[in-house]
């Protein structure tokens, strides 16, 4: 019934995600049904080793479930071969991490465009869609710096320039203002909120209660099974 | 992702694990001078051996004898001069012999004899010289040793398989250099000693000759026995070698002091070998520094590991992972070959002295006494071959070593380094 009224962008079913084998074996994830709308600002949140990164991990195609199903965009995920994983991970997702992965020999451009490199776009063309991205993020003068020079407030920002270039469906941000002030974290969510506004999906993995204001809906995990979805009800609980 | 950005990324790679990458390409210098180095020697010396022996060669005679105690036939001697005139470059001599019947077997008639680098005097020791009005006729010129025995104006008969053949002795012969210039001299042309017609309508025993083949200077040795093999399967289709009447084994073959032949071809055996052993010797000395490589790559793998996890989490596929750690490895093996090769390049006259002190050591050979100029050859195709070596081991190695990053998710990856 749920699945119908919504425009479903992700669907989780009987989602399990066990690590190590047999008596030693941890269950990060159990039987996760799951349905993360289309264009909304969805937060995941739990404790700490409660799996919401696993989940973040399946829905990114960072690592594979144990079993189950995971459909993205009418896409059977779990069937993709390592190349056609890697081909979604650099058109559909944008990744936002909370300790930025940035290449810190290069400079802020190259770092940005390296999506659009790694989808054999040409030198200029990347580098002009880098450039205008900066620019709206207002990096405009970071541009030649390399990454290691950066603030860390600066240096996310350059992260979430780099999960916009290709232009993405979904953008996936754990932890993303977990190494950031509060001055910066709070810039950092008012720009993820733009860009969910914007009609992305954007999906939050975070502990820190004050980022979850800005979505729209709200999944808990907790020991690896989602116990709360307040989805579009949580405003009326944080309010 | 584009080429040129895989060279990019691995260039990065190679600046970020400076050292190691500096050390490695000492190794591949190291090893690529001596893989190049080997060959060269190896190609040169085989150069050198190649032309002293095709001096040894030039200086030699060599015959093609054939006989097969069949008939040969006027259409086949009329095609065999063609044979021989298309070749008249590489022949000095052709003697055509028959063992005429069991009682004339010891001592063969000269059929024919074409000279055509010298002219072969015979002397008349004994009777006119011939003319051709003579030419058609059953007059047979013998050897001297039988002047006692016949005069001329016999009649000399052979017996042959129960039947007489009749000729006129015309005279007596011998070659000019025993007996100088007493007498008349000709030039030897199968015409002015026996009808050939007349014998071989009624002898019919013309059955072998030989080919006298003599390497000429300006030829190159490999190509003169090319030659000389073409020449004899021409001389084989003509006169084919089947049913033999009298010997069975005996065909066209080369049946000269031809051990010289026989040398060259055990040199051109041992070119082979020489050059194979170059190969076997440089192949185990790029694998010996290929663990090197590969060391480094995984060094570099290693030191990467988070870098290429976050390219993998951004979407790099992973055969790109690959050849962007390939492309580092390459890149090491394309310039320290390069400058190998450089440096051989610059020190030529040295290598040209090893090979020339191990030709005359080895070939047991004088340069100042002989025509053949000692010579080295650097060919450029050395430095591909060290090249390709290189890179298809490195390539054999890496991809083992590669699994690590190659088959793990991109977040293991990270986390690993994490």
Not at chain 2, 69 to 87: C, G, H, Q, R
Not at chain 2, 272 to 288: N, P, Q, R
Request: proline residues 2%; charged residues 20%.
């Amino acid at each position: 019934m749920y699945e119908e009224e919504v425009k479903q962008m992700i669907i989780l079913k009987k989602l399990n995600k066990v690590y190590g084998e047999t008596a030693s074996a941890t269950v990060a994830l159990k039987d996760v049904d799951l349905v993360i709308e289309k264009g909304k600002f969805t937060a995941i949140v739990g404790k700490s080793g409660s799996g919401k990164t696993t989940l973040m991990n399946m829905v990114g195609a960072l690592d594979k479930p144990t079993s189950g199903s995971l459909t993205i965009d009418e896409v059977e995920i779990t069937n993709l071969t390592e190349d056609l994983l890697a081909s979604y991970r650099n058109k559909t997702i944008g990744f936002v991490f909370q300790s930025f992965y940035l290449e810190p020999t290069f400079t802020v451009l190259e770092n940005v465009a390296m999506p659009l490199t790694i989808a054999g776009v040409d030198r200029i063309e990347r580098e002009t869609k880098a450039k205008e991205i900066l620019i709206k993020l207002g990096l405009e003068d970071k541009i030649y710096k390399k990454a290691s020079d950066l603030s860390s407030g600066q240096k996310q920002r350059v992260c979430i320039a780099r999960a916009l270039i290709n232009d993405p469906e979904i953008i996936l941000a754990d932890e993303p203002t977990g190494n950031l002030d509060t001055q910066n974290g709070e810039e950092v969510m008012k720009i993820l909120k733009e860009i969910s506004e914007s009609g992305k999906t954007v999906i939050l993995v975070t502990h820190d209660l004050d980022d979850i204001k800005y979505a729209d809906n709200l999944i808990e995990i907790k020991d690896g099974v989602v116990s709360c979805n307040y989805s579009d009800r949580y405003e009326d609980l944080f309010k | 992702m584009k080429f040129i950005d895989k060279l990019k990324l691995s260039w990065h790679n190679i600046k970020q694990n400076k050292s190691r990458s500096i050390i490695t390409l000492i190794i591949v210098y190291v090893i690529g001078l001596m893989v190049m180095g080997i060959l060269a020697l190896g190609i040169s010396f085989v150069g050198n051996m190649n032309e002293i022996q095709t001096e040894k060669l030039a200086n030699q005679e060599i015959e093609i004898t054939h006989s097969n105690a069949e008939d040969i036939t006027l259409d086949e001697i009329s095609l065999l001069k063609n044979v021989f005139e298309e070749n008249k470059d590489y022949i000095t001599n052709i003697s055509e012999t028959s063992a005429i019947g069991f009682g004339f077997s010891s001592s063969r008639i000269t059929m024919f004899d074409y000279n055509y680098f010298n002219e072969i005097n015979y002397v008349i020791v004994e009777g006119e010289k011939p003319s051709s009005a003579i030419s058609n006729t059953n007059i047979v010129y013998l050897n001297s040793s039988y002047n006692q025995e016949y005069h001329i104006g016999d009649e000399y008969i052979i017996e042959y398989e129960g039947s007489d053949y009749t000729f006129i002795v015309g005279g007596f012969l011998e070659w000019n250099d025993f007996y100088g210039n007493e007498s008349q001299t000709i030039s030897i042309r199968a015409e002015y000693f026996v009808d050939m017609t007349y014998f071989i309508n009624n002898i019919s025993q013309i059955n072998g000759f030989t080919i006298h083949y003599n390497y000429q200077n300006e030829f190159n040795a490999k190509e003169c026995i090319l030659k000389l093999d073409e020449l004899r399967n021409e001389v084989k289709s003509v006169v084919p070698d089947e049913k033999p009447r009298f010997v069975v084994d005996r065909m066209v073959s080369t049946t000269t002091d031809a051990s010289l032949l026989d040398q060259f071809y055990k040199a051109y055996i041992m070119n082979y070998l020489i050059i194979a052993f170059a190969l076997v010797l440089g192949i185990i000395l790029i694998l010996m520094s290929v663990g090197s490589i590969s060391n480094t790559l995984t060094i570099s793998i290693d030191k990467n590991k988070k870098f290429f996890g976050l390219l993998k989490a951004l979407g790099l596929k992973n055969k790109d992972v690959l050849w962007i750690v390939l492309y580092e490895g390459f890149f090491i093996i394309v310039l320290g070959s390069v400058l190998a090769f450089i440096t051989l390049l610059m020190n030529l006259e040295l290598m040209k002295n090893i090979v020339v002190d191990t030709v005359i050591v080895v070939l047991n050979y004088s340069f100042e006494d002989n025509t053949v100029a000692p010579s080295f050859i650097m060919p450029y195709y050395t430095v591909f071959i060290n090249i390709v070596f290189f890179i298809i081991f490195t390539y054999l190695f890496s991809r083992t070593t590669l699994n690590g990053v190659y088959k793990s998710a991109p977040l293991e990856v990270i986390n690993e380094v994490k």
